[in-house]
C-alpha cells in the first residue's frame, strides 16, 4: 500500500520585478502517494512508456514519457506520485517480474551490437563536422582577421560538432539512450546551420547523416535511461 505524505516541492514559475518578468523558483506544498517497489518494468516504445511496479506482492501500472525503443527493470526504488496508482493485482510475470522470475539487478535489455555500431557512426560524425568547420573559420579568420557574420552559421556547425562528440561519451559511458537524442537534435541543427551557411560540402553531408543513423541506432540500442526516476 502506498504512503500518503505532505512535501514541500520546487517549481519555476514567471515572477515580476516592476513591469519586468523573470524566471523565479518558488514552493509549494503538495501531497504525494509514495510507493517502495522491489522491482519497477519500464517498456518504451518511441515516445510513449508503460511501466510495472511491484510492492508487497502488489502489482501498480503507470505511463511516462520516454524517447527510445527498450526494455528496462529496475530494483529497489522508492518512486512518488501525485495521485495514487491503479492497482491491477498480484505481481504478475511479464509486467512487473521477468519471465522465469528472476529480478536483474538494475538495469536489462539494450543491444551493445547497436549502441556500439551508433557510437562509431557518431564519433565518426563529430570528427568530420568539427574538421570541415575548423578549416572554414580558419580561412575566414586569416582573410579577414574578423569575425564577419557569414561565419556565424559555421560557428554554430562547430558547435553541433561538438555536442554530437559529448553525447557519443555519454552513450559510451552511461548506456543509456539520452545521448542518442542529443545525437539526433545536435543533427537537425547541424541541417538548418549547413543551409544557411551556403557552403555544404560531401564531407559535411556525410558527416551529419552519419550522426542522424548512429543517433537512432545509439537510442534504440541502449539500456534506458542515465538515471530513472
Not at 522508492?78 to 504478475?92: E, R
Not at 543491444?111 to 568547420?133: C, D, F, K, W
Not at 543513423?213 to 526516476?229: E, R, T, Y
Request: charged share 10%.
Amino acid at each position: 500500500m502506498p504512503t500518503q505524505t505532505t512535501v514541500n516541492e520546487t517549481y519555476w514559475a514567471v515572477c515580476w520585478k516592476w513591469i519586468f518578468p523573470y524566471p523565479c523558483k518558488k514552493t509549494r506544498t503538495v501531497t504525494k502517494w509514495c510507493y517502495d517497489f522491489s522491482v519497477v518494468h519500464e517498456t518504451c516504445r518511441v515516445f510513449s512508456a508503460t511501466l510495472y511496479g511491484c510492492e508487497r506482492g502488489r502489482e501498480y501500472k503507470w505511463t511516462s514519457g520516454c524517447f527510445g525503443w527498450f526494455d528496462a527493470y529496475y530494483t529497489n526504488k522508492h518512486l512518488c506520485f501525485s495521485k495514487p496508482l491503479d492497482d491491477t493485482g498480484s505481481c504478475q510475470e511479464g509486467y512487473s517480474i521477468p519471465r522465469g522470475g528472476t529480478i536483474p539487478a538494475g538495469v536489462s535489455r539494450g543491444s551493445s551490437a547497436l549502441r556500439t555500431t551508433g557510437s562509431t557512426s557518431t564519433l565518426v560524425a563529430a570528427i568530420m563536422v568539427i574538421s570541415t568547420q575548423v578549416n572554414v573559420i580558419q580561412s575566414y579568420l586569416e582573410e579577414s582577421g574578423s569575425v564577419p557574420t557569414a561565419l556565424l552559421p559555421h560557428i554554430s556547425l562547430l558547435g553541433c560538432g561538438v555536442l554530437i562528440l559529448l553525447a557519443t561519451f555519454l552513450t559510451i559511458t552511461k548506456r543509456c539512450s539520452i545521448g542518442g537524442v542529443i545525437v539526433i537534435l545536435s543533427a537537425i541543427l547541424a541541417v538548418i546551420f549547413a543551409l544557411l551557411s551556403f557552403s555544404l560540402n560531401w564531407i559535411l553531408v556525410i558527416g551529419i547523416m552519419l550522426a542522424l543513423l548512429g543517433g537512432i541506432l545509439s537510442v534504440i540500442g541502449s539500456a534506458g535511461p542515465c538515471q530513472p526516476k
